[in-house]
């Protein structure tokens, strides 16, 4: 079993910033890529960023130059910090790792946060 602990989320106004924490625990021989994806309310779950064990990353248009995806293997933990935010950033954030067990590999979720971008 693993589970996955996100933190970090809340209010901020427009131009602020936050940074969210995923800790994944549990069973786990390897993590391979972990990443970040955000819902709004009546949308589809989308990639917001995501980084490979090597490092490489890959980021959404709507995201780049303002958001930062970094990892601390040792930890395994993944951060996002978000610069600059904007209204349309509001939406639950989720933490997903692709995670090496004894029985396979398979992508676990986190709970999600909220991040709410407003005035």
């Known amino acids: 079993q693993v589970q996955l602990v996100e933190s970090g989320g809340g209010l901020v106004q427009p131009g602020g910033s936050l940074r969210l924490s995923c800790a994944a625990s549990?069973?786990?021989?390897?993590?391979?890529?972990m990443g970040w994806y955000h819902q709004a309310p009546g949308k589809e779950r989308e990639l917001v960023a995501d980084i490979t064990s090597s490092g490489s990353t890959y980021y959404a248009d709507s995201v780049k130059g303002r958001f930062t995806i970094s990892r601390d293997n040792a930890k395994n933990t993944v951060y996002l910090q978000m610069n600059s935010l904007k209204p349309e950033d509001t939406a639950v954030y989720y933490c997903?790792?692709?995670?090496?067990?004894?029985?396979?590999?398979?992508?676990?979720w986190g709970q999600g946060t909220q991040v709410t971008v407003s005035s």
């Open positions: 549990g069973s786990i021989f390897s993590i391979n890529t």
């Open positions: 997903a790792a692709d995670v090496e067990t004894w029985v396979g590999s398979s992508r676990w």
